[in-house]
C-alpha cells in the first residue's frame, strides 16, 4: 500500500480530528501512526498472566489493529468503536467478524458489558481534562473485576533526540491549534505516567504495571470486583 503524499497529510492536519482521519484512513496502514505489530504482541504477552478474557473492546480503533489483538486474547469476537466513519469502514473491511460501533469515546455507550478493554496510541487525542470522561466511560464498560490494559512505550530523555522530535511536534500543533479552526488535538506529551495514574485512580480503577521488556510497560488498571 502507498502512503500519503505530503498535500494529503497537509490537507489532514488543517482538519478537524474526525475528517482528517477519514480522509486518511484508506492509506493510515501505510503510515508510522498505526500501531506496529512488536507492540500488540508484547501486549498479549503481558496481558497472559491476567486473563482469560471472554469478551473486548478496542477503544479508538481506527483502522482495528487493537482488534487483532482481543481476535487472539479473547474467546468471543470483539468490538470495536472509533467515531471516524472512514477508519471503521477500513476495520469492518480488515475484521468482518467485528462489530463496529461509531462513537465519541468521551461518551461510550457501554454497560458492565466487556472483561478486557484495550487502546493503542490514542491518549494524545484527548486533553487532559478530558480524560476523567474517557476513563470513567471505560470503567462503566467493563463487568466487575474487568482489565482495561494501557500499553506505554518507554519514554525517551532529554538527552534522546526523540524527545526533542516530540516535544517540537507538541509546540507546533498548540501554535496551529492557537491561530486555526477547527483544532486538530493530537498531543505526545500531554499524559505523563503520573498523571495517568492519578486520572485512572480517580475513575475507580485499582492500578498496577506489567513490564514489557525492550518496550515500556503494560498499565493494568481493574475495575473492583465489587
Known amino acids: ?120 496510541g490514542a491518549l494524545g487525542h484527548f486533553l487532559p481534562e478530558e480524560r476523567p470522561a474517557l476513563f470513567e466511560g471505560i470503567h462503566r464498560a467493563l463487568r466487575p473485576g474487568g482489565v482495561f490494559a494501557l500499553p506505554v512505550s518507554r519514554a525517551p530523555g532529554p538527552t534522546h533526540p526523540a524527545y526533542w522530535l516530540l516535544t517540537g511536534f507538541d509546540l507546533v500543533m498548540r501554535v496551529r491549534n492557537a491561530v486555526w479552526r477547527p483544532k486538530f488535538v493530537m498531543y505526545y506529551r500531554t499524559h505523563p505516567r503520573p498523571a495517568l495514574f492519578a486520572d485512572l485512580a480517580d475513575a475507580g480503577f485499582i492500578v498496577e504495571t506489567t513490564p514489557m521488556p525492550g518496550v515500556g510497560e503494560l498499565i493494568i488498571a481493574r475495575r473492583s470486583p465489587g
Not at 480530528?17 to 504482541?41: I, Q, S
Not at 486473563?51 to 470495536?80: I, Q
Open 1 to 120: 500500500m502507498e502512503g500519503p503524499t505530503l498535500k494529503e497529510l497537509a490537507v489532514q492536519a488543517l482538519s478537524s480530528v474526525e475528517h482528517g482521519y477519514d480522509l486518511l484512513a484508506p492509506k493510515f496502514d501505510a503510515t508510522p501512526f498505526r500501531t506496529p505489530d512488536w507492540m500488540l504482541a508484547a501486549t498479549i504477552t503481558a496481558l497472559r498472566e491476567h486473563g482469560p478474557f471472554e469478551r473486548g473492546l478496542d477503544v479508538c480503533t481506527g483502522t482495528g489493529a487493537g482488534l487483532e489483538l482481543l481476535e487472539e486474547a479473547t474467546a468471543e469476537p470483539p468490538t470495536g468503536v472509533d467515531f471516524s466513519a472512514g477508519m471503521l469502514e477500513q476495520a469492518g473491511a480488515a475484521h468482518p467478524g467485528a462489530d463496529l460501533v461509531r462513537a465519541d469515546a468521551r461518551a461510550l455507550p457501554f454497560e458492565a458489558a466487556y472483561d478486557l478493554v484495550v487502546t493503542f
